[in-house]
Antibody
Framework: EVQLLESGGGLVQPGGSLRLSCAAS????????MSWVRQAPGKGLEWVSV???????YYADSVKGRFTISRDTSKNTLSLQMNSLRAEDTAVYYC????????????????????WGKGTTVTVSS | YVLTQPPSVSVAPGQTARITCGGN??????VQWYQQKPGQAPVLVVF???DRPSGIPERFSGSNSGNTATLTISRVEAGDEADYYC???????????FGTGTKVSVL
């Protein structure tokens, strides 16, 4: 069964750091675009970062320079290192998979998320 | 790229709910819809404008043209009460763009 399981959330003071992990099962994280998406309390979904299958990484402007996404293919995990945390980073953080499709005989991302983890809560507060 | 949804839609059981997602020339993009119930992760209910993942009832359908995409829920049930988000891929700074979200209430 394809699954994602996040961990590492918690309470941290402003300016502090936290590292989130996402363990994948049933597929290889190296084959897919993998993203972090967050949801602040009572708010909508916000894309945070993506690790593309080819190794490129991208970030939302709101976290650029503070967050770093990485993957460990030997452990089949995705991680998010969050530094210089702010109150506005308080949210549930979801790990999500972009499925692989075939476009003219070549594998490509589908540009949406078909599998989501249950999320891990990050609270930034003094 | 900005996607705009109505904050809320109310519908009686058995009736049809229509949720719109407005964006500049959104008809030229593939649109996805996610359902999110309280305390749960989002679930994909429609992809590529109108396709449904396995396990999603036929009551959920989508369309996309011009500047508006629409998610239609036919024969609404109490269990359809949730927040719904549209999403597109954009070549701009944020590749995965989500709509503002619509809360569907079943009367």
């Amino acid at each position: 069964e394809v699954q994602l399981l996040e961990s590492g959330g918690g309470l941290v003071q402003p300016g502090g750091s936290l590292r989130l992990s996402c363990a994948a099962s049933g597929f290889s994280v190296s084959s897919n675009y993998m993203s972090w998406v967050r949801q602040a309390p009572g708010k909508g979904l916000e894309w945070v970062s993506v690790f593309q299958s080819g190794g490129r990484t991208y970030y939302a402007d709101s976290v650029k320079g503070r967050f770093t996404i990485s993957r460990d293919t030997s452990k089949n995990t995705l991680s998010l290192q969050m530094n210089s945390l702010r109150a506005e980073d308080t949210a549930v953080y979801y790990c999500a998979r972009d499925p692989v499709t075939m476009v003219r005989g070549v594998t490509a991302p589908a540009y949406y998320m078909d599998v989501w983890g249950k999320g891990t809560t990050v609270t930034v507060s003094s | 790229y900005v996607l705009t949804q109505p904050p809320s839609v109310s519908v009686a059981p058995g009736q049809t709910a229509r949720i719109t997602c407005g964006g500049n020339n959104i008809g030229n993009k593939g649109v996805q819809w996610y359902q999110q119930k309280p305390g749960q992760a989002p679930v994909l209910v429609v992809f590529d404008d109108s396709d449904r993942p396995s396990g999603i009832p036929e009551r959920f359908s989508g369309s996309n043209s011009g500047n508006t995409a629409t998610l239609t829920i036919s024969r609404v049930e109490a269990g359809d009460e949730a927040d719904y988000y549209c999403q597109v891929w954009d070549s701009g700074s944020d590749p995965y763009v989500f709509g503002t979200g619509t809360k569907v209430s079943v009367l």
